[in-house]
């Protein structure tokens, strides 16, 4: 598969190229549906070879449909792969920003201390 962060898996442009990459599986769908989902290999199973990778696909009746779902479900699942999430830099608060929240906080805590009870001297 790959070998360091950096590696990105690349697959051809052309859906025939990609297909030549793959091996093919077909097999019965199973399920509801009757007959037809019974007797034909309708399910389809890529395989691409680099990258191990697999794929399936039994939604419709027709195993060329299926055939095109899976093609377009690896490419999904490499560009997924592929992602890379952009590290978060840090910026620092503005100083006004942080003297205003400052000067917030100073005054709500004279605000509570006015709300202290007066202690009898006497």
């Known amino acids: 598969m ?7 898996i690349s697959l051809p442009a ?7 990459e793959c091996d093919m ?3 019965r769908s199973g399920g509801p549906g009757g007959q037809h989902q019974n007797k034909v290999e309708t399910g389809v199973r890529l ?12 939604e419709t009746r027709s195993q060329a449909q299926n055939r095109q779902l899976c093609v377009l ?4 699942l490499v560009a997924r792969l592929n992602h890379r999430v952009k590290p978060r830099i840090e910026t620092r608060i503005p100083r006004k920003a942080h003297a205003v ?6 005054r ?10 007066i202690k009898d001297e006497g």
């Open 2 to 8: 790959r070998n360091t962060e950096n590696d990105r």
């Open 47 to 58: 395989r691409h070879r680099s990258t191990g990778l697999v794929v399936s696909c039994r």
């Open 14 to 20: 052309e859906d025939g190229a990609l297909l030549a």
């Open 101 to 106: 929240r400052l000067e917030a906080k100073k």
């Open 25 to 27: 599986e077909t097999f």
């Open 73 to 76: 479900r690896l490419r999904e």
């Open 108 to 117: 709500r805590g004279e605000k509570k201390r006015g709300r202290a009870r």
